[in-house]
């Protein structure tokens, strides 16, 4: 089991930043991917970018050379780095953790946090 916390969310103006957190604790051992997702209100939940283990990121087409996603290992977070916000980024985002167990792929979800984006 992996348990999720995200932080970071809040109000800004357009073309400001936030920066997203989410601790991983629990079974974080046997993770093997972590990312961010939202979704806005009326729509679907979509990827907005994920990290792998070694390092390696994939980034939706809106976001990107805009947000920057990182992972510490060490102390199991992942964040997001998140500039020259519009109001379409405007939703719930939410972590999210792939563990491998026994051969078996388990996928968890942090409970959100609101990013609002004013114009």
């Known amino acids: 089991q992996v348990q999720l916390v995200e932080s970071g969310g809040g109000l800004v103006q357009a073309g400001g930043s936030l920066r997203l957190s989410c601790a991983a604790s629990?079974?974080?051992?046997?993770?093997?991917?972590m990312g961010w997702y939202r979704q806005a209100p009326g729509k679907q939940r979509e990827l907005v970018a994920t990290?792998?283990?070694?390092?390696?990121?994939n980034y939706a087409d809106s976001v990107k050379g805009r947000f920057t996603i990182s992972r510490d290992n060490a102390k199991n977070t992942v964040n997001l780095q998140m500039n020259s916000l519009e109001p379409e980024d405007t939703a719930v985002y939410y972590c999210?953790?792939?563990?491998?167990?026994?051969?078996?792929?388990?996928?968890?979800w942090g409970q959100g946090t609101q990013v609002t984006v004013s114009s």
């Open positions: 999210n953790a792939v563990q491998i167990d026994d051969g078996h792929a388990y996928g968890y």
């Open positions: 629990g079974s974080t051992f046997s993770i093997i991917y």
């Open positions: 990290i792998t283990n070694v390092g390696n990121t």
